[in-house]
């Protein structure tokens, strides 16, 4: 099985600061990587798609880059509709989730 | 639009089982697989398993081989989730979610089961 390991389990920032979350697959998964934010209570919500898409409606101060075995996940200037939890996910090979990054504002 | 809605909380006891619908609105059923994803409380998210709607086949991790049964129901546009054997620690919020390419791109709201004596 692939593991997705995230990095950080959480952090504090202000508005307006750029926020990096980094995420790093056991073995390659090219480029088979997304990112989805999940608010409280909320089923997660899809962000980035295939490590650096941006999905349809999703403003664009989030980014995704990498490929292979390491991904970032880019918030470029945080917003207050920003705390969630933010979750990379590889369906290269099935499917797994990283263990998420809470990102406090 | 693409909606999932899914049926309401459930409350059961060990050793029972679950089922959990999953109706899709908005596309053409047949064409895209759903996905089944839970989520323990204050926990991250865990696969469980994906059906593709077209021929009712189905794929399940290992972790839940022999207690996950994937159904759909075509003209109802349904997916239907069942656990059984149930134990404590599959108390979780369970989401269904779509296949669109190879991303999640639309979700249920989530059905909250808890599994207590």
């Known amino acids: 099985d692939i593991q997705m390991t995230q990095s950080p389990s959480s952090l504090s920032a202000s508005v307006g600061d750029r926020v990096a979350i980094t995420c790093r697959a056991s073995?390659?998964?090219?480029?088979?990587l997304n990112w989805y934010q999940q608010k409280p209570g909320k089923a997660p919500e899809l962000l980035i798609y295939a490590a650096s898409n941006l999905q349809s409606g999703v403003p664009s101060r989030f980014s995704g880059s990498g490929s292979g075995t390491d991904f970032i996940f880019t918030i470029s200037s945080l917003q207050p509709d920003d705390f969630a939890t933010y979750y990379c996910?590889?369906?290269?090979?099935?499917?797994?989730f990283g263990g998420g990054t809470r990102v406090e504002i | 639009q693409v909606q999932l809605v899914q049926s309401g909380a459930e409350v059961k006891k060990p050793g029972t089982s679950v089922k959990v619908a999953c109706k899709t609105f908005?596309?053409?059923?047949?064409?895209?697989?759903v996905q089944w994803v839970r989520q323990a409380p204050g926990q991250g998210l865990e696969w469980m398993g994906r059906?593709?709607?077209?021929?009712?086949?189905?794929y399940n991790p290992q972790k839940f081989q022999g207690r996950i049964t994937l159904t759909r129901d075509t003209s109802a546009t349904t997916v239907y989730m069942e656990l059984s054997s149930l134990r404590s620690e599959d108390t979780a919020v369970y989401y269904c979610?779509?296949?669109?390419?190879?991303?999640?791109?639309?979700w249920g709201q989530g059905t909250l089961v808890t599994v207590s004596s």
């Open positions: 979610a779509r296949l669109f390419g190879n991303y999640f791109d639309s």
């Open positions: 073995q390659t998964i090219r480029n088979f």
């Open positions: 996910q590889q369906t290269y090979n099935g499917v797994t």
């Open positions: 908005g596309y053409t059923f047949s064409n895209y697989y």
């Open positions: 059906i593709n709607p077209s021929g009712g086949s189905t």
